[in-house]
């Protein structure tokens, strides 16, 4: 698809040796035929390898779609928009509170950073059912969920944008500590390696809260 965009917007680019590039892209756009096409629109201005570098933050770089096509899809961040603006207001403030985590999260997890006020099965349920949350697949025995990256950072922004962002991300770090302080005593038994997994499952999320 990339390939073939890229080729109606300039002819001549992609080179085949930028196929691991172009991989590389397609892989940071979490494969969405949509953010796909917009990026090899880019194509016009920027070399494979540019435009991969300049990914840091897909929703600001993809702009400029098709113009044949509805205005909520011209770009990856009106796409998110349209969707997110589709929700009601508890369930918008739910999926802001649920962006911050990164590498999936646990329903125990989602509820911690939810609220009592927030019923997470039932809010992830919807969520899951318009694609802006999907569930994931790994050793993990419990099940995870996560948001594809750039409907990730459009939550962040939108977070940071209510003010919510602190609180949001004390309660996070807070969750953390407390379920890898649950594990510490079942490092010394049978439960070992079931707790040591669980902990090494959230590792992306103890590091986006030591970051924090």
Known sequence: LFLQRAGAYNAGHPQP???PTIDAICGRLDRIPLAIELAAARTATFSPVTLLDRLGDPLTVLRHGPRDVPLRHQTMRDTIAWSYALLDEEQK???RRLAVFVGGFTLEGAQAVLGDDMDALALV????ARSLVVPMRGESTQLRFTMLESIRQFGVDALAATGE???VRAAH???LIAMAEHAIPFYDGPELVVYARAVRNEMDNIRAALDW
């Open 17 to 19: 040796d930028d196929r």
């Open 93 to 95: 403030a739910g999926f």
């Open 125 to 128: 349920e919807f969520l899951a």
């Open 165 to 167: 962002d602190e609180t």
């Open 173 to 175: 770090a807070d969750w």
